[in-house]
């Protein structure tokens, strides 16, 4: 699903510590885990929540806090 031409959402498939394997319009990226998304990755995947938002641009993940709140509010369901 795509919301912008830059930007789409990825189905988490592997996590490592320092990237992260992403299907994304089905072709298989490796994306690095910077420091503010990291946390928060690990914790979506946790609870099940394997969707995440990507830039495809800059191949890069864009969490926010409003996505975290989002995710909070799909665990609590």
């Known amino acids: ?3 912008d031409k830059n930007f789409t959402y990825g189905m988490i498939l592997e996590v490592g510590e320092k990237n992260v394997l992403v299907n994304v319009q089905d072709e298989k ?3 690095d885990l910077t420091d503010d ?3 928060a990755v690990f914790h979506n995947v946790e609870v ?3 969707m995440i938002p990507i830039d495809l641009e800059n191949k890069r993940i864009v969490l926010t806090e409003i996505s ?3 995710s909070n ?3 609590a369901l």
Do not use: A
């Open 29 to 31: 990226l490796v994306i």
């Open 68 to 70: 975290n709140e989002i």
């Open 37 to 39: 998304v990291r946390e």
């Open 1 to 3: 699903m795509t919301f």
């Open 73 to 75: 509010v799909v665990v």
């Open 48 to 50: 099940g929540i394997y």
